[in-house]
């Protein structure tokens, strides 16, 4: 890396502001939840979509511009059938009861993930929901469902292999840049924080692409109990890092004190 790189770079990073611009959620812990309280374990998912609004609440308020959350990962479908048709009429009843809120707040709706299996009344629900809300630019709110980072980069990559068969594209010139367009998230910026509720410590499939250089945030918290004070913990966290994306902590004080 030259130095002009390496200079630019770092000015970039000193200057972050201490606000992500992009969160990334895994929503963990709901079902452990309800069974702490002997209740079935779509209680837990029921009370977690309550604290989704929390979230999407303190975003705006903070100016985060990008909330990714993992609903429904790919491997969710080896779950037992009647807890995953609850997690769909869930999904359903969610739609239909919190999009025109989020409209009228200015949130941009959008999922990311292979819907069609989901049947023609959720796909065509969440179409609708992303046209009426795809002009809104308070916040976006983005819903992994039926999901997997593996699935993601093979699907762009399927996309390039492709377009080398029709001859629009070299193999030999293709770079990480010509693979990101075609990506779920292409057009966003990379998460700056990712936080999983429930006390896992892995990122379970979830943008294996875009988390390469992204802050993680574990905590034992269960989600349906992880509040506003629980997200501001974890802002502070993120507040507190350096972000150096390879270069060393004196590069980036030399940038910031240039």
């Known amino acids: 890396m030259d130095n002009t790189r390496i200079t630019d770079l770092a000015v970039v990073v000193a200057n972050q502001s201490d606000i992500p611009r992009h969160v990334a959620v895994i929503m963990d812990g709901n079902g452990r939840w309800a069974k702490n309280r002997n209740l ?8 977690g979509v309550e604290h989704v609004r929390d979230m999407v609440t303190v975003c705006g308020e903070k100016g985060i511009k990008y909330l990714t959350l993992f609903a429904f990962s790919s491997e969710n479908w ?9 997690l769909m009429d869930l999904f359903l009843n ?20 292979d819907i069609e299996r989901f049947g023609k009344k959720i796909t065509d629900l969440i179409h609708q929901s992303e046209t009426l809300t795809q002009k809104n630019d308070a916040l976006t709110l ?7 980072g ?19 594209i070299d193999p030999k010139t293709i770079r990480e840049e010509n693979i990101e367009p075609f990506l779920s998230l292409a057009g966003y910026p990379e998460p700056d ?8 410590q892995r990122i379970s499939n979830f943008l294996l692409w875009q988390l390469a250089y992204t802050e993680m945030y574990f905590t034992p918290v269960l989600w349906p109990d992880f509040d ?3 997200f501001e913990q974890a802002l502070v966290s993120y507040a507190g890092r350096q972000r150096r994306f390879g270069l060393t902590g004196e590069q980036i004080e030399a940038a910031r004190h240039a």
């Open 40 to 47: 079935p374990r779509v209680a837990g998912h029921r009370k």
């Open 78 to 86: 080896r779950r037992p059938p009647q807890e995953v048709r609850l």
């Open 94 to 113: 969610a739609l239909e009861n919190e999009i025109i809120k989020l409209h009228k707040n200015k949130v941009r709706f959008r999922t990311i993930g």
């Open 142 to 148: 983005t819903v992994a469902v039926n999901y997997g």
């Open 150 to 168: 593996r699935w993601d980069i093979a699907r762009a990559c399927a996309e390039l292999a492709q377009r080398a068969v029709r001859g629009e």
């Open 193 to 200: 924080l990712f936080i999983r509720t429930g006390g896992e």
């Open 228 to 230: 506003r004070a629980h």
